[in-house]
T-cell receptor, first 114, second 113 residues
């Protein structure tokens, strides 16, 4: 079982719709959860962090965390063509060897259709 | 967010030569930095974890003698690709942890001809 699982997509949504991206993780002791956006040919950029159960909203983005189900999601409201990118789910697990390693999922490619 | 600077952004080198990539944390001290490689249309693959003042920890399958990592200070880690070959052509990205979050450098696109 992979540590962080995502559907690679592509996920296609029409402009203005809600895009829902999902992620599950295997380490129940994971403490921090992140969503990164990666445009083609660029490095990932952090768009959301979430640390406790529930929802966290930032503009058009809402991250949702359910530790009991080991599930984290990202909702993008009013999707725009500029949101088309690969979205990486990342989990910061328990410290090992003196540091915490951020583990990334494979990423979900989102296509917003004008 | 914290700023991580990576240099160069792109490099073309001849087969058999070595290339050094620098990763700097500009506004924070990074005890640990991470090096990733990403091939086209594939996900990030962790190559190694760079620890300041000690030897890097390499992921399984990554040749430590080929990918030399030096973390000489709390703000600088370098990755040297030795005796580069065309199959080493890839997008190399570093990241550093600031509190629980990881921030990425701009990436280096390496092309070996």
């Amino acid at each position: 079982q992979k540590e962080v699982e995502q559907n690679s997509g592509p996920l296609s949504v029409p402009e203005g719709a809600i895009a829902s991206l999902n992620c599950t993780y295997s380490d129940r002791g994971s403490q921090s959860f992140f969503w990164y956006r990666q445009y083609s040919g660029k490095s990932p950029e952090l768009i959301m962090s979430i640390y406790s159960n529930g929802d966290k909203e930032d503009g058009r983005f809402t991250a949702q965390l359910n530790k009991a189900s080991q599930y984290v999601s990202l909702l993008i409201r009013d999707s725009q063509p500029s949101d088309s990118a690969t979205y990486l789910c990342a989990v910061n697990g328990r410290p090992s060897g003196g540091y915490q390693k951020v583990t990334f999922g494979i990423g979900t490619k989102l296509q917003v259709i004008p | 967010g914290a700023v991580v600077s990576q240099h160069p952004s792109w490099v073309i080198c001849k087969s058999g030569t070595s290339v050094k990539i620098e990763c700097r944390s500009l506004d924070f001290q990074a005890t640990t930095m991470f090096w990733y490689r990403q091939f086209p249309k594939q996900s990030l693959m962790l190559m190694a974890t760079s620890n300041e003042g000690s030897k890097a920890t390499y992921e399984q399958g990554v040749e430590k003698d080929k990918f030399l990592i030096n973390h000489a200070s709390l703000t600088l880690s370098t990755l040297t690709v030795t005796s580069a070959h065309p199959e080493d052509s890839s997008f190399y990205i570093c990241s550093a942890s600031f509190r629980p979050e990881a921030f990425f450098g701009q990436g280096t696109r390496l092309t070996v001809v």
